[in-house]
């Protein structure tokens, strides 16, 4: 059956049934192994009376009669016992173009049989032969045999080699198994048209050498030099076991090439452990954030969420959304997805549906500010686990909506929280941000308000001898989320810049949205009630650095082909975000990428008459809410927006 074929792995791809395939007719197939017999009849003839010649000088007329006779009267029998062979070893049943090492093994055991017959045949009916008729004669049968099978791969090998010379001049990083897998099938698949031309490993002692009859022409820091020398086109960056440091270094030297460059994936993403073309994709911006993959116990999240009833608020949000796709690959009893905006609740649910179909969905319609809708929804479907994703998160927006903010963050996350102690939820887990610690804006002051209502009914429910235990994990930015820079700084490339930049020096803390939520799943499987989750988000990146790799990963040059712009910090932004306030200290947890903040003494009872207060300040509209709001979070410092914090 047609394929692909590794040269050189003896694997038996070439091999097919008797019958042709499947875009094969079984006339053309019958067709083809007759052309081939008689071609190896003819072969066969002339490689045994080539015999003769050789043993006699190549001069035809010193070759005695006696052996003109024997060759003739031994050839009928030859040629039937040659193509018997080949038949029985099913060497008449193979696409040519796929023929291997495997076909060429078979072919050496067919002439070796066929040489041994022979000679016994001569000998009992007494037909004298030279030794060197066998020899000779079965040498140049098993090469011309041989060639007339491997003819058709080599002219096909060389058309394509020629077809390569106007295809794309392509570099590899990496002269290991990753590299040398690519290379072999890159060569076998001209469709790809891409021609392997050097490739580049730090290792010393392969430089100078060839991998697959590639030159390995230095190490990294000769990438720049190799693609002006070779002219390069495009860059494979082939080594999968490479560090996140390491890859961030050599892709950023690749950067300065102005060459487009394709990885292909970590071994941790590599779940079947080959490396191939179509596992190839272009460089994106989180394999320059040079931070190592996150890995959590999968076993123990899934152990957590296998058979409960779940509800993600805000499910059809980034985070939200995601946390349902990883929830739903966990077998969890019943999966209902909460959100006030339809379209997004409507997408995630056909995605669920359609790559989940045993799946028990429910998605439901409604605001986390409805406090009959809330308890409908927890008194009718109980669950067991709560994820709370739904809020208001956009700084700019809810520095001029600052009333907004109280409502949907600090008192829906209330009532959820009360609701899902009043039915028996045995975890609920918020969704809070890196903007909650020292807050200059009202998003982050109502996030640190989430905070402690987290913390106060987690006290509450322990009073009551309630089973539900209540936390919050707390991460920055994650990149691809909903009106997250990213997204924005791709849109503005796209129309041709100018790409807006707030302040050359502002940093944030960034993580891919799968690993956010991974790690939000395994804090829930350590919560005990009470805790603040902080996520390692590694080393903060600058955003004027990401805006420039973002450019230079579309093909264009900063400040050359898109200008960047600086605008100034916006109202309640900072230039720095911290991951803990001053009064908090880190306990570790069983994950080095999850810490435990430890929580701030407060006055439960005077806490929740704040938040009554709260409530009926931001229904009113209030001019005073952030002054208020300061009064309960001391950390919240609104003159400090558009200053370092």
């Given at each position: 059956m047609p394929g692909y074929d590794t040269e050189g792995s003896g694997a038996a791809i070439s091999e097919t049934s008797a019958k042709p395939g499947f875009d094969e007719t079984e006339a053309s197939w019958y067709m083809r192994a007759v052309l081939i017999m008689v071609l190896d009849v003819i072969v066969v003839a002339a490689s045994f009376f080539f015999s003769l010649l050789v043993r006699f000088d190549f001069m035809f007329?010193?070759?005695?009669?006696?052996?003109?006779?024997?060759?003739l009267s031994l050839m009928p029998f030859t040629i039937l016992l040659v193509l018997g062979t080949l038949w029985a070893m099913r060497l008449y049943h193979s696409i040519w173009k796929f023929a291997s090492l495997h076909e060429l093994l078979r072919l050496i055991g067919a002439w070796a049989i066929d040489v041994a017959v022979l000679a016994i045949f001569a000998y009992v009916t007494g037909t004298n032969m030279p030794d060197a008729y066998w020899v000779?004669?079965?040498?140049?049968?098993?090469i011309s045999t041989a060639g007339v099978r491997f003819s058709y791969r080599l002219a096909r090998l060389l058309r394509h080699e020629l077809s390569r010379t106007a295809a794309k001049r392509t570099l590899i990083i990496g002269a290991g198994e990753g590299g040398r897998a690519l290379i072999r099938e890159i060569r076998m698949n001209p469709q790809l048209n891409l021609r392997i031309v050097c490739a580049i490993d730090d290792n010393r002692g392969k430089r100078g050498r060839y991998i697959d009859g590639v030159p390995i022409v230095g190490g990294r820091d000769d990438i720049p030099t190799a693609c002006e020398a070779y002219g390069i086109e495009q860059i494979i960056f082939a080594i999968p076991s490479c560090s996140a440091a390491e890859r961030r270094a050599i892709l950023e030297i690749c950067q300065q090439t102005g060459?487009?460059?394709?990885v292909i994936p970590g071994i941790y993403q590599l779940v079947d452990g080959k490396v191939t073309v179509s596992s190839l994709r272009k460089v994106r911006l989180e394999d320059l954030l040079g931070r190592e993959p996150i890995v959590v116990d999968a076993e123990e999240v899934r152990g957590f969420i296998e058979g409960r009833v779940v509800l993600v608020t805000g499910g059809g949000g980034s985070i939200g959304s995601e946390l349902c796709r990883q929830i739903a690959k966990d077998n969890p009893k019943q999966l209902i997805i909460f959100d006030i905006y339809e379209n997004n609740a409507y997408a995630i649910q056909q995605e669920l549906k359609?790559?989940?179909?045993?799946?028990?969905l429910v998605t439901l319609i409604g605001s986390v500010r409805n406090?009959?809708?809330?308890?409908n929804v927890f008194e009718t479907y109980r669950p067991e686990l709560v994820f709370h994703a739904a809020a208001h998160k956009h700084v700019p927006l809810m520095e001029d909506s600052p009333c907004e903010a109280i409502k949907n963050n600090v008192i829906g996350t209330y009532k959820c929280a009360q609701a899902a102690l009043d039915f028996g939820t045995r975890r609920f887990v918020l969704i809070s941000t890196d903007k909650a610690v020292n807050p200059t804006n009202i998003m982050g002051a109502?996030?640190?308000?989430?905070?402690?209502?987290?913390?106060?009914?987690d006290r509450r429910a322990d009073a009551l001898s309630?089973?539900?235990?209540?936390?919050?994990?707390?991460?920055?930015n994650v990149l691809g989320s909903n009106g997250s820079v990213v997204p924005l700084f791709e849109k503005q490339i796209a129309e041709g810049g100018p790409v807006t930049v707030t302040h050359p020096d502002i940093t944030?803390?960034?993580?891919?949205?799968?690993?956010?939520?991974s790690l939000v799943l395994q804090s829930a499987c350590y919560a005990r009630g009470g805790e603040i989750f902080v996520l390692d988000m590694g080393e903060p990146v600058k955003i004027d650095d990401m805006a420039r790799n973002l450019i230079r990963l579309a093909g264009y040059e900063p400040d050359v082909d898109i200008k960047i712009v600086y605008t100034g910090l916006r109202p309640g932004e900072k230039l720095y975000e911290e991951r803990l306030m001053d009064e908090e200290g880190l306990k570790r947890t069983e994950n080095d990428m999850i810490s435990i903040a430890e929580p701030i003494p407060m006055d439960d009872a005077a806490f929740e008459g704040q938040l009554i207060r709260l409530d009926e300040l931001s229904i009113a509209e209030s001019p005073r809410i952030r002054e208020v709001v300061s009064e309960i979070v001391p950390t919240y410092h609104p003159e400090k927006g558009g200053q370092a914090a």
């Open positions: 007329s010193r070759i005695p009669d006696w052996c003109i006779s024997g060759y000779v004669g079965g040498l140049f049968g098993l060459v487009e460059v394709q359609h790559d989940y179909p045993e799946l028990n406090t009959k809708r809330i308890r109502s996030k640190r308000l989430c905070e402690m209502v987290v913390q106060m009914m309630k089973q539900t235990d209540y936390v919050a994990v707390r991460f920055g944030r803390y960034f993580m891919t949205i799968p690993e956010a939520v």
